[in-house]
């Protein structure tokens, strides 16, 4: 079965400096992995996707399948980036399967 | 415009009522999901239609839970005889293209 596993419910940083969310993944077929992002009183939506394989909001994420892994990485975190981050796996008919979410918080 | 619109908003009921959510695309996309999120997890995939055919749905989707799209645009999500671990966002999401969320339904059921 398909599972998303997200070890840090709570990361803190400060401002400028580097942050990297955590995601494993376990799933049988060729994995389509997403980050979702939530800031505060705003509609959970989307920041990244692999196979696109751009950068949002100074935001990256490599797909490592020999490390089943999608972590999210940005060298220099700000303020605005404070948010719950949700890594997903998308299964059959574009079935989402989440994480637990990991709530950043860049301090001043 | 969030391209989908949720109501409402939040809802208080008593345990053993009956709620209805509804959803609306603000256009027509052909799939559409449901999703319930608890205080501190991830949404978690509740069910989904194609058009007006539900596709799929999760065995958290109990006989108390209801889901229809009768005209493949808006769809309603009923809960009947509510109990209090129904509390939770009930999130609506569009497809294809990426999944675009709605800004939820909240239920406390007391």
């Known amino acids: 079965a398909q599972r998303v596993t997200q070890p840090e419910k709570l990361l803190s940083v400060f401002k400028g400096a580097p942050v990297e969310l955590k995601c494993n993944y376990s799933?049988?077929?060729?994995?389509?992995l997403f980050w979702y992002v939530q800031y505060s009183r705003q509609r959970l939506q989307l920041l990244l996707r692999?196979?696109s394989r751009e950068s949002i909001k100074g935001f990256t994420a490599d797909l490592n399948k020999g490390e089943t892994s999608f972590h999210l990485k940005k060298p220099f975190a700000q303020e605005e980036d404070s948010a719950m981050y949700y890594c997903?796996?998308?299964?059959?008919?574009?079935?989402?399967?989440f994480g637990e979410g990991t709530q950043l918080t860049v301090n001043p | 415009d969030t391209g989908v619109s949720q109501n409402p908003r939040h809802k208080i009921t008593k345990r053993g009522q009956n709620v209805t959510f509804r959803c609306d695309p603000i256009s027509e996309h052909n799939r559409l999901y449901w999703y319930r999120q608890t205080l501190g997890q991830g949404p978690e995939f509740l069910t989904y239609?194609?058009?007006?055919?539900?596709?799929?749905k999760s065995r958290l989707l109990s006989d108390r839970f209801s889901a229809e799209r009768p005209k493949g645009s808006f769809s309603t999500l009923e809960i009947q005889r509510t109990e209090q671990g129904d509390s939770a966002m009930y999130l609506c999401a569009r497809a294809p293209g990426e999944l675009f969320f709605g800004e939820g339904s909240r239920l406390t059921v007391l």
């Open positions: 799933y049988s077929g060729s994995p389509e």
């Open positions: 692999h196979i």
């Open positions: 997903a796996l998308e299964t059959s008919g574009s079935r989402l399967t």
């Open positions: 239609f194609q058009n007006e055919a539900q596709l799929e």
